[in-house]
């Protein structure tokens, strides 16, 4: 598994759809390989990373809840993340 992809299961509150989709562009661009693609291939890494957050966010309503928390802080629940993307 990719140490960078944060663990979604078992936040409070539970992952945003941003939070999930946030985490599937992030592994299309690492199983790719490309972090800056032409304007072709963002169409359909964007479409593919869609895909990939429809099937998280069916998985973490499907799976059991955890006991505890992830010990991570997802990236978008940072506040100094939230200020470099414009997102305060």
């Known amino acids: 598994m990719c140490r960078n992809i944060t663990e979604l299961r078992g936040l409070e509150p539970a992952a945003t759809t941003e939070e999930i989709e ?3 562009r992030q592994y299309v661009r690492k199983v790719t390989g490309v ?9 359909v890494m964007e479409a593919a990373a869609l895909e990939v957050a429809a099937i998280t966010d069916r998985l973490l309503r499907t799976v059991p809840p955890r006991r ?7 990236p978008l629940r940072r506040p100094e993340v939230r200020a470099r993307l414009g997102l305060s």
Not at 35 to 43: G, H, I, K, S
Not at 68 to 74: C, E, F, G, L
Request: net charge positive.
């Open 22 to 24: 946030a985490a599937a």
């Open 35 to 43: 972090t800056r693609p032409n304007p072709l291939v963002a169409e």
């Open 68 to 74: 505890n928390p992830p010990k991570t802080v997802p």
